[in-house]
DNA sequence: GCCAACGTTGGC
DNA sequence: GCCAACGTTGGC
């Protein structure tokens, strides 16, 4: 089981879209790195669902419900289905991430601009723990 | 709205 | 193959 982070400006498309659509095909990715993240995700990975710009938050889980196929408007680039999982209690911001030492090598932290990155468990727990409050 | 950081492009 | 120029992302 991996985790992973995938961000969205929540003008364009937000958890509340996804919870609203069921799920959704995760296209636009349109770099390299993310692509290969997007390429190494397997059914039932967990993935955060991060607002970028507005809130600057982890607002829910989303889980991969369909492994890569190529983008129907891009075929060189690739998607993934995702579906909702849950919302987490209480969202954790850029700043509580940046306000914990066990989450100071983040992606998040360390590669701002990169739309679809890789969580590792330890963080994935963490958060999850921070989320609870 | 600004600008730093990063990725990509293209000239040499 | 290097690197300057450019475009984009995203935090502030």
Known sequence: MNYWLMKSEPGTYSWDD????????????????????????KKGDMAFIYHSNEGKDIVGIA???????????????????????????????????KANKKLANMVLVKNSRLSVQPVKES???????????
């Open 123 to 133: 963080e994935f727990d963490c958060i999850m723990k921070m989320s609870q409050d």
């Open 63 to 97: 889980k991969i419900t369909k492994e890569h196929f190529p983008d129907p408007s891009a075929e060189d680039w690739a998607v993934v289905e995702i579906a909702p999982v849950k919302k987490l209690k209480k969202s954790i911001t850029l700043a509580d991430i």
């Open 18 to 41: 996804l919870v609203k659509d069921k799920k959704t095909i995760w296209d636009g990715v349109r770099n390299f790195q993310a692509r290969n993240n997007i390429k190494a995700m």
